[in-house]
């Protein structure tokens, strides 16, 4: 319940305006992916509950912030004609990223717990790495 709610509120601050001001290119997504990187690394030496959930919360966050501004990249990129399939896509890959992140997950949590912290943020810092490459 807690990590929809922080996907929720990831979500809202995504869509609105503030996040696509911070974007300018590829500013803001760099800046929430590596946010999301360090996060997670964090996660792992965290030892109070409080600074745990803060953590997750951020991470959730940050995540859900960087797919609102990858969305509204995709629609700057394609033209008018392609953009909603290009959209469309897009939520399809992510979606099916979900599902076989998600087993991987917990699958890595239940034989090697500290793995899975590691592949998190190296999937955060890759994404980032992927940005800086195309430049999008």
Same mark, same amino acid.
């Given at each position: 319940?807690?990590?929809? !709610? ?8 995504? /869509? ?6 911070? /974007? !300018?290119?590829?500013?803001? +997504? *760099?800046?929430?992916?590596?946010? %999301? ?6 996660? $792992?030496?965290?030892?109070?509950? $409080? ?15 960087? /797919? +609102?501004?990858? !969305? +509204? ?10 953009? %909603? ?7 399809? %890959? ?13 699958? #890595? ?5 500290? #793995? %899975?912290?590691?592949?998190? +943020?190296? *999937?955060?810092?890759?994404?980032? $790495? *992927? ?6």
């Amino acid at each position: 319940m807690l990590v929809g !709610n922080c996907g929720s509120i990831g979500e809202c601050c995504g /869509s609105s305006e503030t996040s696509r001001a911070c /974007s !300018n290119g590829v500013g803001g +997504s *760099v800046m929430f992916l590596v946010s %999301a990187a360090v996060s997670c690394i964090v996660l $792992y030496f965290a030892t109070s509950w $409080y600074l745990v959930l803060l953590l997750a919360f951020f991470f959730v966050c940050f995540i859900a912030v960087s /797919s +609102s501004l990858l !969305n +509204s990249s995709v629609v700057d990129i394609f033209p008018t004609r392609l953009r %909603a399939m290009a959209v469309c896509l897009t939520l399809m %890959a992510g979606r099916t990223g979900v599902v076989g992140g998600s087993l991987m997950i917990g699958a #890595l949590i239940d034989t090697h717990c500290s #793995l %899975a912290f590691v592949v998190l +943020s190296g *999937v955060s810092l890759s994404e980032y $790495y *992927v940005l800086l490459v195309y430049r999008l």
